[in-house]
Nanobody, 132 residues
């Protein structure tokens, strides 16, 4: 059973940047895709974006497009979330998730695989707080 560990969260002022990391516990883990999700206080968990591991194709929710960038390092079994121009409303616990099998995924009408039900493995989350 692979474990995912997030890091890089913290407190930042509005307009600042943070880079989150997510590392799989085993370098041999073969993910079809990995994703970033977030949950703000009192709200449901929502998607930030996802990356198809081999192809490197990324999908984003519209709210972060142009400000957030997902990347991955296969050798390190790690995924990253570069967050720029942060806003107070981006305050949340950020989770990474992974799916190993690309078959049967839920694909939205824009071809994105950002539905949380696609993902089998989840990290414990890292807190991001953006002050105004």
């Amino acid at each position: 059973q692979v474990q995912l560990v997030e890091s890089g969260g913290g407190l930042v002022r509005a307009g600042g940047s943070l880079r989150l990391s997510c590392t799989a516990s085993t370098r041999t883990f073969s993910a079809y895709a990995m994703g970033w999700f977030r949950q703000a206080p009192g709200k449901d968990r929502t998607v930030v974006g996802a990356i198809r591991w081999t192809a490197g194709i990324t999908d984003y929710t519209d709210a972060v497009k142009g400000r957030f960038t997902i990347s991955r390092d296969n050798a390190k079994a790690s995924m990253y979330l570069q967050m720029n121009s942060l806003k107070p409303e981006n305050t949340a616990v950020y989770y990474c998730a992974a799916v190993s099998d690309g078959r049967g995924l839920i694909i939205d009408d824009r071809g994105r695989i950002i539905d949380s039900r696609n993902y089998d493995y989840w990290g414990q989350g890292t807190q991001v707080t953006v002050s105004s």
